[in-house]
């Protein structure tokens, strides 16, 4: 590894990392550990930064490798035959009313099928446009406009049937 190589990578990283710990913690709930997803990406994103045509498509880059290894990570768990059990995992950590509501939104996100999951991730999560979510997931704008209105459309019924039960439940114990 030469100094120069390590400098010129965390010059491109330094700038995106914020956005690229969001989409990891959000794209991976349920599935791994953030922290896990964003070292594998980051070291095979270093042992492949020669490929990188353009330092204005880091992030992009990285999303890519992301979610290969995302991808290749649910097929050895499907291989092993493990199968996923629902996510209602308790954050010790979430005490307060914000931390309690985007681990509903995450828990929530872990139900919608991958692609509309990604597009809501990398438009209402890290700002990206349209255009930019295209090049990232190879769709058409169509596509990624219908992955979007749809995966609102899931993740509104999903977060108002998890008030309207939560609601009930607070009734039947009060």
Do not use: W
């Amino acid at each position: 590894m030469s100094k120069q190589k390590q400098d010129h990578f965390l010059k491109l990283y330094e700038p995106v990392h914020a956005q690229f710990e969001r989409f990891c913690r959000a794209r991976v709930y349920g599935d791994m550990d953030y922290e896990d997803l964003m070292n594998e990406t980051l070291l095979v994103a270093f042992e492949k930064l020669e490929q990188l045509k353009s330092e204005k498509a880091f992030l992009s880059f990285l999303f890519g490798i992301c979610v290969r290894l995302l991808a290749n990570n649910s097929k050895k768990i499907k291989e092993r035959a493990y199968s996923k059990q629902n996510y209602n995992f308790k954050d010790v950590n979430a005490q307060t009313e914000r931390d309690a509501e985007v681990y509903l939104l995450h828990q929530a996100l872990a139900q919608l099928p991958v692609e509309q999951k990604g597009a809501i991730i990398l438009f209402e999560m890290n700002g990206f446009s349209i255009k930019e979510i295209t090049e990232i997931q190879n769709a058409s704008e169509s596509a990624v406009k219908q992955r979007l209105k749809r995966g609102r459309e899931k993740l509104t019924q999903i977060l108002s049937f998890e008030r309207t039960e939560n609601k009930s439940k607070e009734v039947n114990n009060g």
